[in-house]
């Protein structure tokens, strides 16, 4: 099922709202020729060598074609299509590395607007945006990033088609006991690496655990959300919200700043939601607010995190975007049929979600391309630490200077 044949169904239904009438170009959406393709381009010997190999963030490459002030990145069809419907993306690009199923990055007539579908999953988040950074077709170093893609979001925090704005991304890197062997008194199966117990503050560290984005920028990107219209849903994700009878599940869709949570396993369930809820507490040392559920951002923070080592890209420079598509857990529905409604695209809020993807970043993005002269400048510089659990960007890495984390051992 296609974005496109989910709206018409929409529209044809008298539950919702015109939502086709909300993508007027939608004869957009398949794109029936691009008007140039550059195939691994123009790899000549001179603009594969880095052009100073002294310090850490001296490595760009000459002569590199693109330089885009806005990159959208998706991880799958669902998420890509309403910006693709959108968003006039006429240049086609392959790179080698990128996904087999999303081969090309698309970008519009003055390669100012690209986007790149990395592909589900953590692996395929971490390769792709590693071979988009190190690509010498690329200039990075101006760009801003948009991760935008749909999420489960805990009920204790937010609701279906609500569109969140992370600080923290929060990789769930533990150890697991299945449930039916759990020792005595424990309430979750989870500990974290090295510890004895749940609670427990992680022994061995990948890195990855924690990142932590450009608040400034993160709170324009909301602010620009929040007045944007969003849409409300079908009139079944209204009846699954009142199943709730609390807020903020039984409201209706907001814009809102709260942390996102990485982890290849797609999980449901209350108490595993406490259990990361917890895990995000411990891990920040009570600075993150965990809210949605997703399965890439900490791997494509990491190979951007790389990236921005080498001053390949700035890591002041990214937006993590997720928007509610399914409830973390139901009150009324046992587990299983949680994931039947979450699965069906007319009653579950994957449309919601994928709707208001593109209808909350809107402004943003329009914001960024009219006014980059501002936002290249520093206008939303941040005044916050900004990195991963290593402190791997250090202070000399850009001219700014970052505050020193509230978490870590660093
Ligand atoms: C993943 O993201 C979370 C939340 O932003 C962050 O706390 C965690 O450190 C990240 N992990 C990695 C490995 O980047
Ligand atoms: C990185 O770039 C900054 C600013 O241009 C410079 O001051 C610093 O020396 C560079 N660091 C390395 C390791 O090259
Ligand atoms: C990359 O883009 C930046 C910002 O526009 C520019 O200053 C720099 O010279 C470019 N680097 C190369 C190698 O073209
Ligand atoms: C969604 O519902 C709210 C509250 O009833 C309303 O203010 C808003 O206009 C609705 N949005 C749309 C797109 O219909
Ligand atoms: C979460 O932490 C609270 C407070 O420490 C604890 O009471 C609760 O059992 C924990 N929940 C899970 C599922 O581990
Ligand atoms: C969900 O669980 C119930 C109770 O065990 C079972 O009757 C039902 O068939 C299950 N549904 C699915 C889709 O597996
Ligand atoms: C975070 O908590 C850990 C474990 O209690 C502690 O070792 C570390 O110093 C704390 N970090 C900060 C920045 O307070």
Redesign the pocket.
């Known amino acids: 099922m296609n974005f496109k044949a989910i709206l018409s169904a929409l529209a044809a239904s008298t539950h919702v709202a015109n939502a086709a009438a909300l993508f007027p170009s939608s004869s957009l959406l398949f794109k029936p020729s691009y008007s140039s393709i550059a195939s691994p381009v123009s790899a000549t010997a001179s603009n594969l060598t880095p052009?100073a190999t002294a310090g850490l963030n001296s490595t760009?490459?000459?002569?590199?074609t693109y330089?885009p002030k806005v990159f959208i990145i998706n991880m799958f069809t669902l998420e890509r299509e309403p910006f693709i419907l959108s968003y006039d993306l006429p240049n086609e690009i392959t790179i080698p590395g990128l996904s087999p199923v999303y081969n090309t990055i698309l970008c519009d007539s003055n390669y100012d607007l690209c986007q790149i579908t990395v592909g589900e999953g953590e692996i395929n988040a971490a390769s792709s945006l590693t071979a988009l950074s190190l690509s010498t077709s690329f200039?990075l170093?101006?760009t801003f990033f948009l991760i935008a893609g749909i999420a489960g979001i805990s009920p204790l925090k937010g609701t279906i088609g609500d569109v969140t704005f992370a600080r923290f991304a929060i990789q769930i890197l533990e150890y697991e006991v299945d449930a039916r062997d759990l020792p005595i008194n424990w309430n979750t199966g989870y500990f974290a690496l090295g510890s004895n117990s749940p609670g427990e503050y992680p022994v061995n560290i990948y890195g990855t655990e924690v990142f932590e984005l450009n608040v400034n920028l993160r709170n324009r990107a909301l602010e620009l959300a929040q007045e944007a219209l969003l849409y409300n849903g079908t009139l079944k994700n209204e009846e699954f919200r009142e199943t709730y009878n609390y807020a903020p599940a039984n409201r209706t869709p907001e814009a809102i700043p709260c942390d996102t949570l990485t982890g290849d396993t797609y999980w449901f369930g209350d108490r595993l939601d406490e259990s990361f809820s917890n895990y995000t507490n411990l891990i920040t040392n009570g600075t993150g607010n965990y809210c949605t559920t997703q399965q890439e951002d900490n791997a494509s923070l990491e190979a951007l995190l790389r990236a921005a080592m080498y001053g390949l890209v700035d890591f002041s420079r990214i937006v993590v975007m997720r928007t509610a598509s399914d409830f973390t857990y139901s009150n009324d529905y046992s587990g299983n049929l949680t994931v039947e409604f979450f699965d069906d695209v007319y009653q579950g809020g994957v449309t919601a979600s994928v709707v208001n993807l593109y209808y909350a970043s809107k402004p943003f993005i329009t914001d960024i391309l009219e006014n980059f002269e501002s936002y290249?400048s520093g206008l939303y510089n941040p005044d916050n630490y900004i990195g991963d659990f290593f402190n791997s960007l250090g202070d000399d890495v850009t001219i700014r200077e970052w505050g020193t984390p509230e978490w870590g051992t660093a």
């Open positions: 052009v760009i490459y000459e002569n590199p330089s200039n170093t101006s290249d």
